[in-house]
């Protein structure tokens, strides 16, 4: 414990000292929110009992495509049917922009999080669950469109399918969002990588495979054995940790 704090410690100074930080926020930020990490075992066993399918599956370009009844069963259920609320660590972090010390938060969460709590300079790898449009004519709908809709939500205009405005497995991310988040993070003084661990994507992308000049400090509630590539770790919820380095 000593040593976790003197680590805290050292990362405040560095924060204090800072004036281009970059943040990533992982899944972690989902589940502090009250939602869950649908990869994990524990859902991946409980989503295949119900689906029979894996969460991989479900949420594949593939799927969306060919079954498109069980992929918006699935897509209502498990991905908009919760009721998240943006954690304390979204709060704090809007406190530490005012500052004008973050440069860009990147995250590859897609549940508007960020965008709720106030926060600007948002890079949303995966899309955002808010931003959907019709696959014909373009038109945009809200999420609450899809989540109200009987079966497959249709445009209203032409009846053609409406895209969920998120990536789903087999798509790239778009190369102007990864150019913008990794120009982001070779622009930065300090990198602070929240709720995730070391071999993430999108760590390992925009960070050119922890070869940025940098200081990588992660801050995350489990130990894993990535752990070593980030060069100060801190453990424990990101909610409680993220005040013990601003304030």
């Known amino acids: ?25 992982g899944v972690g930020g989902i ?10 075992s ?19 370009v593939g799927y969306y495509s060919a079954r498109r009844d069980k992929f918006f069963e699935f897509y209502k259920n498990e991905i908009i049917g919760k009721d998240l609320k ?24 897609y549940y508007d999080l960020h965008h709720r709590a106030g926060l600007r300079n948002v890079v949303e790898l995966y899309g955002n669950v808010k931003q959907n449009h019709c696959t014909r004519c373009g038109k945009e709908f809200p999420e609450e469109y899809i989540r109200e809709a009987k079966g497959v939500p249709l ?25 913008e988040a990794v120009n982001a ?16 994507n999108m760590v390992r992308f925009c960070t ?6 940098q200081p990588l400090v992660l801050i995350t509630k489990e130990e894993h054995y990535s752990d070593h590539y980030a060069d100060y770790v801190i453990h424990g919820k990101v909610s409680d940790m993220l005040p013990l380095i601003i304030d």
């Open 31 to 40: 589940i502090e929110s009250g939602g869950e990490n649908i990869w994990s």
């Open 86 to 109: 943006p954690a304390s660590m979204y709060s704090d972090l809007k406190r530490l922009e005012k500052t004008g010390r973050i440069l860009k938060i990147v995250t590859q969460n």
């Open 42 to 60: 524990r859902e991946c066993y409980r989503i295949e009992d119900i689906y029979h399918k894996s969460p991989d599956e479900m949420m594949s």
């Open 208 to 213: 050119g495979n922890y070869e940025a000049e």
């Open 185 to 200: 993070c070779e622009a930065a003084d300090l990198i602070l990588i929240l709720g995730t661990n070391m071999i993430d």
């Open 155 to 179: 445009c209203d205009e032409c009846k053609a399918p409406i895209r969920p405005g998120v990536l789903l497995y087999g798509e790239t991310i778009h190369n102007d969002l990864m150019t």
């Open 1 to 25: 414990m000593a040593d976790q704090k003197e680590t805290i410690e050292k990362v405040k100074q560095m924060v204090y000292r800072s004036s281009r930080i970059v943040v990533m926020v």
